[in-house]
């Protein structure tokens, strides 16, 4: 078992006891893989999916993309470009807030600035 | 506090509860026909860019560069709706307002909420808002056109062409409020449910809508007022949009003609009990784009004649209005 595939278990079955469409069977057909693959997968005995795949089973679950790729010990294809772009500036702003309070991190998130209307 | 995150405005108040929050994003939809008729929910076409306003500020007149914000492109005669969710289901009230006319009172744009008439909607019990609150349980559509030709709600009730686009406030529910509700609902099952001034877009009302507005079911007292942020969305045309980003805007929509005979299904929304709002008294002195068009002798709106939808997909609190994006790019093959 992983952290991974426990949380997708446990998420898609809290879902299907309110709405069918959540059995594994239909998630994994939405979601464009067998269904036999994507028990492995919640059993752990597989690797966690590709990236796509993952992305789709978050929308689909409901769950937040970013968290899920990291439960499944990946970075999105859009944060590798962006830290690819300015390495050393990123590497360091991470390394920077790596222990910081979630409120210190808000903080450098920019904002939208409200003017004079 | 907001960001912008995936083209929609995240509003943000950790001062008040680390769940208050709530995001606000604005979709690309069908312009359904302006003939009177009330149609049904037309489908969500994906979400419209936004951008920093502050990114582009070289290219920006200074007037919009004071507003602050945010800027989003429509082609004229574009239509929107502007989706609405509270994600941990913390309570919200939202004001919405078109050239600083508000969308459900239509009165001029206030700092704070207002009760009677009511001039906001409450999340997460209102998920959508589709346009103009003319009636109970209707709306007109908002439908962008330019800014200065008369059609805007704002010229229509202020009589000048001053402001333009759209704009947003956001007021959490008291915390304490919020932890009484929290109580209440342990022992139910809650569900939460470029120098070119003159060229503005604003948003004018098109064709009739079935929609209600929900009544405040927690009262004015438990807003949280003093904590609020709010937006200015600053409405692009394509062109100022390329000139002012570089990026093309997005494609023409399908015409909700071309859409329903495709078979694709429209929407119709049960919000259980819920009351809703009457509609605003000044509504009833506006007229829609094609009325306006027709008594200028302008040409009329294109694909404007009336369809029969057959189609309709019945939603509950939990349903999912959006359609995926791509299928229409290539069913309208533009």
């Known amino acids: ?117 | 506090m907001i960001i912008l995150e995936n083209d929609t405005l995240d509003f943000r108040f950790p001062e008040v509860h680390e769940d208050a929050r709530c995001s606000i994003g604005f979709q690309r939809t069908l312009r359904i026909p302006d003939d009177d008729t009330d149609y049904p929910l037309p489908p969500g076409l994906g979400p419209f860019p936004l951008r920093h306003l502050d990114d582009h500020a070289a290219r920006l007149p200074d007037a919009w560069h004071r507003r602050g914000g945010v800027i989003l492109p429509m082609h004229q005669a574009e239509a929107m709706w502007i989706d609405l969710s509270s994600e941990c289901g913390y309570p919200f009230a939202v004001k919405i307002a078109t050239g600083k006319i508000c969308a459900l009172s239509g009165d001029a744009w206030v700092n704070h909420l207002n009760r009677d008439p009511q001039d906001y909607v409450v999340l997460p019990e209102q998920p959508w808002l589709d346009g103009y609150c003319v009636e109970r349980g209707v709306i007109r559509q908002f439908v962008a056109m330019p800014l200065g030709e008369g059609y805007t709600v704002e010229e229509q009730l202020s009589g000048v062409a001053a402001h333009g686009g759209l704009q947003v406030g956001a007021y959490p529910m008291k915390a304490e409020r919020y932890g009484a509700l929290l109580q209440e609902q342990s022992s139910m099952h809650y569900f939460g449910r470029m120098e070119a001034p003159r060229a503005d877009m604003g948003l004018a009302p098109g064709g009739r809508m079935r929609q209600e507005i929900y009544d405040d079911p927690y009262g004015l007292d438990a807003w949280d007022q003093r904590h609020s942020s709010r937006c200015f969305i600053t409405v692009a045309n394509s062109m100022q949009w390329m000139a002012m980003t570089g990026e093309p805007p997005p494609l023409s929509p399908p015409t909700a003609r071309t859409y329903t005979e495709m078979g694709l299904p429209w929407f119709e929304y049960y919000g259980g009990d819920a009351g809703a709002v009457a509609g605003a008294g000044k509504f009833k002195t506006i007229s829609s784009v094609a009325k306006i068009a027709g008594a200028k002798g302008n040409p009329p709106l294109p694909d404007n004649e009336p369809i029969d939808v057959s189609h309709t997909v019945k939603l509950g609190r939990r349903g999912a209005r959006q359609v995926r994006e791509g299928a229409f790019t290539e069913v309208a093959g533009r």
């Open chain 1, 1 to 117: 078992m992983t952290q991974f595939g426990d949380n997708v278990r446990a998420v898609r079955e809290q879902l299907r006891q309110d709405d069918r469409r959540f059995s594994l069977r239909q998630v994994a057909f939405r979601i464009g893989v067998e269904p036999a693959y994507l028990s492995k997968v919640e059993r752990g005995d597989v690797a966690p999916p590709s990236e796509a795949t993952t992305v789709r089973l978050a929308r689909e679950l409901g769950e937040d993309p970013d968290v899920l790729l990291a439960m499944a010990g990946k970075v999105s294809g859009d944060l590798q470009q962006i830290i690819r772009k300015r390495p050393r500036l990123f590497a360091d702003l991470i390394r920077q807030l790596r222990e910081a309070p979630d409120d210190a991190i808000l903080r450098v998130v920019r904002e939208v600035r409200d003017g004079e209307w």
